[in-house]
């Protein structure tokens, strides 16, 4: 599943496959879900937790470690293990999911505990981080998703 549109040809992006992935899933299909998760899971750094935004059909994955996967991919998988009732594909991703949660708390935590958006796509929706350089505004919309995650 590609995301919608010119830029996005043979890409697929996390934000738009997860919520695109939700729909699938209430019609009953939850391979689509599953699937998104693993391709994501597939290039994630071993070394951070980190998780790519996108992957492309034609070159893999964008590397730009500033870019990593938004905060939905432990959400996803709880989605999907619960409704598909798949336990034991759950289980199997739990280091993946456990790394992605350290690497939220290494790279997008501030020393208060809050978070805040370095440049992933899905901070353009919060207005607060528009015109402020990276790691220098704790949003509440970063805090919330993130909180989510656990």
């Known amino acids: 599943m590609a995301s919608y ?71 996803a998988s709880l989605i999907y293990g619960r409704i598909s009732g798949d336990k034991e594909w759950l289980k199997n991703r739990y280091n993946n999911i456990k790394d992605y949660i350290t690497f939220l708390h290494t790279e997008r935590r501030a020393k208060n505990g809050l978070y805040f958006w370095w440049n992933e796509s899905g901070c353009d929706n919060d207005v607060s981080t528009t015109f402020y350089t990276p ?16």
Not at 35 to 45: G, K, P, W
């Open 5 to 75: 549109g010119i830029p996005y040809i043979n890409v697929q992006t996390f934000w738009d496959a997860y919520h695109e992935c939700l729909r699938f899933i209430y019609d009953g299909q939850f391979e689509f879900m599953r699937n998104m998760i693993d391709n994501h899971f597939y290039y994630q750094n071993k070394r951070t937790g980190w998780v790519p935004f996108s992957i492309s059909l034609n070159t893999g994955c964008n590397k730009n470690l500033d870019l990593p996967a938004q905060p939905f991919v432990c959400q």
């Open 135 to 150: 790691r220098s505004v704790i949003a509440v919309y970063a805090s919330s998703i993130i909180y989510m995650e656990h």
